[in-house]
């Protein structure tokens, strides 16, 4: 049988990870790999979270299942997250996932048993797995324009045209905050003309939210998926914990479906369930107490808030300060996208021949497309790279 198996295209984030460590060069820079790091280059544990755990560890008495979706009380507290009061709870079905991409994977096949021929839109460019799960699911899929490697903003007219081509039932993956790979974010006012265009044309919206927190607070990086979710009678929502709250191992996700009434939500949580069930069963519980716990507890919700937004306005001065060392060697202003750009990533706009020459003549690593881990710098290397950008010809 297992001779039969074809061999699968290496995945190239986690091939530069490899090229990276068996790289000799101690003065070598990792900006490849979608992790958050502080400025040693490690991915701490939140207090808050440690302090979640050992409360869990001393308080919690079983270690039988939850349910299928998951414990009830992180889907509202996670609904009240991301959601605020932009959606009456009786209209959410809700699961817990196994981190982000379960709960992508999961809202695919969701799309998929309501309406198996709908095509699902992506940004191009959007996360590399968005179309890999699509693909490998068989499912439709079409690409809407998004970035401008000119500008390194969104080509915002480029967008609403391709979006003309829906059609009715159509599902549009929109990225909530801190768009993956490009750092580059629509407004409020163009996001309430692409709900406009999306009413006319009858799609609906699929939101992943990865990176809540990292780019202007907690609130702002939820409007858009509110601003969203109000326009219409069902929206999917896809968030993941792992980043604002640093648990990535846990694989703490939610998955959830605004329903028209509470009829239909009852009904998109049973198949939810089902969902569940037929994948994982009963997903993982840990991530999702520590994050419960956290958000439901004053102390403990004040203290993860106030280091996320260290964490924050950590990753912002590094954007500025990389900027104005790019100015400062270029006497130009064509990188001040790095400092408007918002979340862990900015894409640089260069060709992958470019990329190369970074990693093989100064030892910076970063994926082909040009996505840049802002989190991987401190303030001893953004001159380094800034350097090896001017010297590079970028």
């Known amino acids: 049988m297992l001779e039969h198996l074809k061999s699968q295209p290496a995945d190239k984030i986690l091939a530069l990870m490899a090229a990276y460590k068996a790289d000799p060069r101690t003065d070598k820079i990792d900006l490849g790999v979608g992790v958050y790091k502080d ?113 390194r903003g969104v080509d915002f007219a480029g967008m609403m045209a391709d979006l003309d081509g829906l059609t009715a039932g159509d599902v549009v993956l929109l990225h909530g905050c801190c768009h993956n790979p490009t750092g580059a974010n629509l407004t409020t006012d163009q996001m309430d003309q692409v709900i406009a265009l999306m009413q006319k044309k009858g799609a609906v919206p699929f939101i992943d939210i990865a990176y809540q927190g990292f780019g202007d607070g907690l609130d702002a990086d939820a409007q858009i998926t509110r601003q969203i979710v109000r326009g219409f009678d069902n929206a999917l929502i896809a968030a993941s914990c792992s980043k604002n709250f640093g648990i990535y191992r846990e694989r703490t996700g939610i998955l959830m479906a605004v329903a028209r009434d509470a009829d239909e939500q009852a009904l998109a949580q049973q198949n939810l369930a089902f969902l569940n069930r037929q994948n994982y069963s009963f997903p993982p519980d840990h991530g999702a107490r520590v994050v419960t716990t956290i958000l439901t507890d004053p102390a403990l919700r004040a203290d993860w808030e106030a280091e996320l937004e260290d964490t924050r306005n950590g990753m912002l001065a590094l954007r500025q300060q990389l900027a104005d060392e790019l100015k400062r060697l270029t006497n130009s202003d064509r990188f001040d996208f790095l400092a408007h750009h918002r979340g862990m990533f900015s894409r640089l706009g260069t060709t992958p021949e470019m990329v190369e020459k970074l990693r093989a003549d100064h030892g910076i690593y970063m994926v082909g497309d040009s996505r840049l881990n802002i989190a991987g710098l401190n303030t001893n290397t953004v001159p380094i790279l800034a350097n090896a950008i001017v010297v590079a010809g970028i």
Do not use: C
Request: avoid cysteine.
């Open 39 to 151: 400025a040693t280059g490690n991915t701490p544990v939140m207090r808050a979270v440690k302090e979640a755990e050992r409360r869990i560890v001393a308080d919690q008495t079983t270690k039988a299942y939850t349910g299928l979706a998951g414990d009830p009380a992180f889907g509202a507290a996670m609904r009240d997250l991301v959601l605020g009061d932009s959606v009456d709870a009786t209209r959410v079905a809700a699961v817990a996932t196994p981190g982000g991409t379960g709960a992508i994977r999961q809202a695919l096949e969701l799309i998929r048993m309501a309406s198996p021929d709908a095509t699902v839109w992506l940004s191009n460019p959007t996360w590399p797995n968005h179309p890999s799960i699509i693909k490998y699911l068989g499912m439709k899929m079409a690409e809407y324009t998004y970035f401008d490697s000119a500008t």
